[in-house]
Nanobody, 124 residues
Framework: QVQLVESGGGLVQAGGSLRLSCTASGFTLDHHAIGWFRQAPGKQREGVSCISATDGSTFYVDSVKDRFIVSKDDDDRTVYLQMNNLKPEDTAVYYC?????????????????WGQGTQVTVSS
């Protein structure tokens, strides 16, 4: 069974950091991209970052570029999202999902599997 489990969310002050984890089972990371998404109350779910299955290339939306870093540990089947210099507008539930590539990061509805989400709250 395909399963994704996120962890690492919490409450932090603006300027702080969090490290999110997404642990996968039922598939291998070398055949599946892992995308990070977030959804704030009243907002559409949006793609944030992605790490490619083919070559490990990473992708970021402009709003998090230079602040967030995505990485993976293939042996542990875990993808990380290091979030630095957090801002109140980063507050959301963060999810990881799978796809064959990172090309559809902008279309969250096309991703088939999701974790349960982890809450990130950034106070000012």
């Amino acid at each position: 069974q395909v399963q994704l489990v996120e962890s690492g969310g919490g409450l932090v002050q603006a300027g702080g950091s969090l490290r999110l984890s997404c642990t996968a089972s039922g598939f291998t990371l070398d055949h599946h991209a892992i995308g990070w998404f977030r959804q704030a109350p009243g907002k559409q779910r949006e793609g944030v970052s992605c790490i490619s299955a083919t070559d490990g290339s990473t992708f970021y939306v402009d709003s998090v570029k230079d602040r967030f870093i995505v990485s993976k540990d293939d042996d542990d089947r875990t993808v990380y999202l290091q979030m630095n210099n957090l801002k109140p507008e980063d507050t959301a539930v963060y999810y990881c999902g799978t796809d064959l590539s990172c090309l559809r990061l902008g279309d969250p509805s096309d991703w088939s599997y999701w974790g349960q989400g982890t809450q990130v709250t950034v106070s000012s």
